[in-house]
């Protein structure tokens, strides 16, 4: 797609970025500000209030008994706190974290030494736990089930398998893909558990503590319009408060107002609705290159000279749940809400249609 046409759905002002204030996976920034805006404690996490009260009930059974925890599964999309809750799950049993990534787990031996490490109760975090591989996910099933792993030692005729003993550990899992992972290690946890996407109440809360935290002065409006750009998710929320924060220091005396806010936003091209400019430009293409559809998701992808995984990964599950686009047999079709938030008409017979 040339240049000027690739403008032209962007919309004046607008710019697709190569790394997008508005997706929910982290970043390097996030990553170094990560541990600083978790909460340290149960009580104040905020929000997945029916997961964390199962959880604390959980652990206090789990410590009256004074057995370890059983495996937990975390799954949801991404930014929604999985890594947050599982810190806070070793922190209430008072035993250590040793977090891992399932991607780089790639060989059994990569686990012996993690596994071979932890003490009674501790916990071992895998993260992105459906990209294990499967020669490492059937090790790691004898670990989870019976405490222990089976070592090969010598090759050949002289091999020998020997049983090796483990502390019993609590393994929690996180994944935004559950469908991905395999029956048996799905059935191996014994809780399980859905994290939603948050309510602009909670997300006001969050970015009214993480101010707090990150030591600058925001007015509750300015929080409100931060909540309801956050697309229900508190890294974003977090993010963009970074955001404003910056702006806020530099052109509003280092408070964070409403004016302050919605300029910086504004800047950073997320509508009120929390949509950025790769947003706009699909929901544009949809609707003044295709018609409003249906239309296929390769066809969107050539025309914004966007990679299809890339927006079926990142850019549609937030406008699928908006009720921005609907998926049909045939293909991407826009909503009614989608014609309201470009200022658009829809055509006639829209409504019966969808």
Do not use: W
């Amino acid at each position: 797609m040339s240049t000027p046409a690739r403008k032209r759905l962007l919309g004046p002002g607008d710019a697709a970025e190569a790394e997008r204030t508005v997706d929910a996976d982290p970043s390097l920034e996030d990553a170094l500000y990560g541990a600083t805006l978790r909460p340290s404690s149960f009580d104040e996490y905020v929000g997945q209030r029916r997961v964390v009260e199962n959880l604390r009930i959980a652990i206090d059974a789990a410590i009256h008994r004074g057995e370890p925890l059983e495996h937990v599964l975390l799954y949801g999309p991404p930014g929604l706190g999985k890594t947050t809750l599982a810190a806070l799950i070793a922190r209430a049993l008072g035993r250590s974290l040793r977090p891992t990534s399932g991607p780089i787990l790639e060989k059994p031996k990569d686990l012996v030494g993690i596994l071979t490490s932890l003490e009674d109760g501790d916990v071992l975090f895998i993260d992105e736990i459906h990209r294990l591989g499967r020669v490492v996910e059937e090790f790691l099933y004898p670990a989870m089930e019976d405490f222990q792993i089976d070592f090969v030692v010598d090759r050949g005729m002289y091999a020998k398998t020997i049983k090796l003993p483990l502390k019993r550990f609590t393994l929690v899992g996180a994944t935004t893909r559950a469908g991905m992972l395999s029956a048996p290690l799905r059935e191996r946890f014994g809780i399980v558990h859905h994290l939603e996407y948050y309510e602009p109440d909670d997300l006001e809360r969050i970015v009214t503590r993480s101010a707090r935290v990150l030591d600058i002065a925001i007015e509750p409006e300015a929080a409100r319009i931060i909540a309801a750009r956050s697309r229900g998710t508190p890294r974003i929320a977090n993010r963009l408060l970074r955001r404003v924060r910056d702006y806020a220091q530099v052109r509003s005396h280092g408070t964070i107002t409403a004016e302050a806010a919605s300029a910086a936003l504004e800047r950073e091209s997320v509508d009120a609705c929390g949509l950025d400019a790769l947003d706009r430009a699909y929901l544009r293409t949809i609707v003044e290159q295709y018609r409003g559809g249906p239309v296929g998701i390769a066809a969107i992808a050539a025309t914004l000279a966007e990679d299809a995984e890339t927006l079926e990964d990142v850019v549609e599950p937030y406008l699928l749940k908006a009720g921005y686009v609907v998926r049909t047999a045939a293909g991407r079709k826009a909503t009614p809400a989608t014609y309201a938030h470009l200022g658009l008409r829809p055509p006639a017979g829209q409504n019966r249609l969808l």
